[in-house]
């Protein structure tokens, strides 16, 4: 695997942002009461994301030390306004229910924790890869919260779109409540845990007389006694 496609790909699974790295979890279990809500807040913060990355790479070596964090901040919150403002003339109904949670994409820990980390000390094109691959793994992680508390707590599967359709009348409302919330982020972080170790498992190379599968005189060990 080439290394920008290790980088595109390291946010998804093994260092998943919300169920690896456990960041951005205020609006992961505030604004996942539906899938919709989750597949607007990742895809508004995947763009500035990107955006913030990209910018920032071009600028890393413009940039003093000293004052990189408030610099960052000031990028982040300059195309966090953008989107917001894209999100309010075309999709009003998505910005009322994402609430204040929209324009708090500014200190969300991911986005500045990236441009820290990484598109700081990194070129232009590995850092768009980086910002999509977490953004990619942000906005997975907030559909399948939304996506599984919305299907027991509200009974529906994205409602308010043309592909909603009602599953049960007696849903478990506790699901769309605080409580619910956490207990899911806790069984996708473990999920996630679990397939993150199963593809970090590397097949142990056995030595020595191990390795012969009962035959000893092909390492020579047959003739010790």
């Known amino acids: 695997m080439s290394d920008n496609m ?47 990355n990209l910018t920032i790479s071009l600028l890393r070596k413009v940039i003093p030390d000293r004052v990189r964090i408030p610099a960052f901040i000031t990028v982040i919150a300059g195309f966090v306004t953008v989107v917001q403002m894209l999100v309010k003339a075309f999709a009003p109904a998505l910005n009322n229910s994402l609430g204040i949670y929209l324009p708090l994409i500014v200190v969300n820990c991911i986005i500045l924790a990236r441009a820290e980390m990484f598109a700081s000390k990194n070129r232009v094109w590995p850092s768009v890869l980086d910002a999509v691959g977490m953004g990619i793994g942000f906005t997975i992680a907030l559909f399948l919260m939304g996506f599984i508390r919305e299907l027991i707590g509200g009974g529906t599967v994205l409602a308010g ?11 478990m409302l506790v699901m769309l409540l605080p409580p619910g919330g956490f207990f899911v982020f806790g069984i996708l972080v473990a999920i996630s845990n679990k397939i ?22 092909a390492c020579g060990e047959g003739e010790r006694t």
Not at 18 to 46: D, K, Y
């Open 6 to 52: 290790k980088v595109l790909t390291n946010g998804i699974v093994k260092e998943n942002p919300t169920l690896r790295l456990v960041l951005g979890t205020c609006p992961t279990l505030a604004v996942t009461t539906s899938a919709l809500n989750g597949i607007g807040m990742g895809v508004a913060a995947t763009l500035v994301l990107i955006c913030s």
């Open 161 to 171: 779109t043309p592909l909603s359709f009602t599953v049960t009348k007696t849903p």
């Open 196 to 217: 993150s170790k199963r593809m970090g498992k590397k097949p142990v190379e056995k030595l020595g007389c191990e390795g012969c599968h009962g035959d000893c005189a």
